[in-house]
């Protein structure tokens, strides 16, 4: 028999009787044992003025991949997001959270968003999109192509990308500011850009940043970028990093992403969520974020 695992609903509003019955019809009838033990509210007022509410179940096996993505169309009915969550994993012994940034942490493709500026974000969009879903494997190669039509685009267009357009995303503030204050290390590893990381490691109080930096000559992009990619392999890296200065192992800790690049990333972390993301992230994910906020990963982490 397959380890246990509990499943956990979490939306913003209470969950719905009908939604617990509808998981457990579901659960019998595909063999599996399953008994309700916890029903929560999270208050997460300090971001917004809604709350996070979360029913829990326990069984007695995992789910299969397809029956894991027909639990979710399940809930989705009710705009509730669910988690399964290993029986190997404890919050208490979560050590690192480490988070992506573009589309997770914040609400914008930062590449994406200078290309705006320079008129060209259907181009560099569309090879945005492709290497998200994974239907371009080589983050590297796809990464260069995209600063490469950014040639002659002015510094000051990144400064303004970061104030005019930028904000992280709901629930963010909270979830990092409680992280650190639980001690955790908080590592931010990006594909996109040390000019954004930088800043957002002083503003929200990450303990590191990793990301990749832009080649500027005369306050102008070159169409370069300087060092090594931080690819799939990069962000898993440097994760594997983090967890030796830390002392740990991967299986203590978190990990939050949504594109393909971040799957390395979050394979065999302690526990993973996928933040609003490409369906080839959430059906490896422990944890699918659609509907609840960054904050919520409060009630499975704490």
């Not at 595909?30 to 208050?43: F, H, N, Q, R």
């Not at 994974?134 to 267009?157: M, T, W």
């Not at 908080?186 to 990301?211: C, H, I, N």
């Not at 306050?219 to 967890?243: E, P, Q, R, S, W």
Request: overall charge neutral; aromatic content about 6%.
């Amino acid at each position: 028999m397959s380890n246990p695992l509990n499943i956990v609903a979490l939306s913003l509003r209470p969950i719905s009787p009908k939604l617990q019955q509808a998981i457990q019809i579901k659960a019998a009838n595909i063999g599996i044992l399953i008994s309700p033990y916890e029903e929560v509210e999270e208050s997460t007022q300090l971001v917004s003025k809604e709350k996070t509410f979360s029913y829990r179940w326990r069984t007695n096996k995992n789910l299969t991949t397809v029956d894991r993505s027909a639990m979710r169309e399940i809930a989705v009915n009710y705009a509730t997001d669910l988690a399964y969550i290993p029986s190997t994993f404890d919050s208490k012994n979560m050590r690192i959270l480490a988070m992506d940034m573009d589309s997770t942490l914040i609400n914008i493709e930062c590449i994406d968003e200078i290309a705006d500026f320079a008129g060209k974000k259907p181009e560099v969009s569309k090879i945005t999109e492709a290497t998200m879903r994974g239907e371009i494997k080589d983050f590297s190669e796809s990464l260069r192509q995209r600063v490469a039509l950014l040639k002659g685009v002015s510094v000051s267009v990144l400064e303004s990308v970061y104030k005019e357009r930028l904000r992280p995303n709901p629930g963010a503030m909270k979830l990092l500011r409680t992280a650190n204050s639980l001690g955790l290390h908080t590592l931010l590893v990006s594909g996109g850009f040390t000019f954004f990381t930088d800043k957002l490691q002083e503003e929200l109080g990450f303990t590191q940043a990793k990301a990749n930096t832009l080649e500027i000559q005369n306050g102008l992009l070159t169409g370069n970028v300087l060092g090594d990619i931080v690819d799939d392999v990069g962000k898993a890296a440097h994760l594997d990093n983090a967890c030796k200065i830390v002392g740990c192992s991967k299986l203590n800790t978190v990990t939050i992403g949504d594109g393909a690049n971040d799957l390395l990333m979050m394979t065999g972390s302690g526990l993973s969520i996928a933040y609003r993301a490409k369906p080839v992230v959430k059906e490896k994910a422990d944890v699918a974020f659609d509907y609840v906020d960054l904050d919520a990963a409060l009630v499975l982490i704490t």
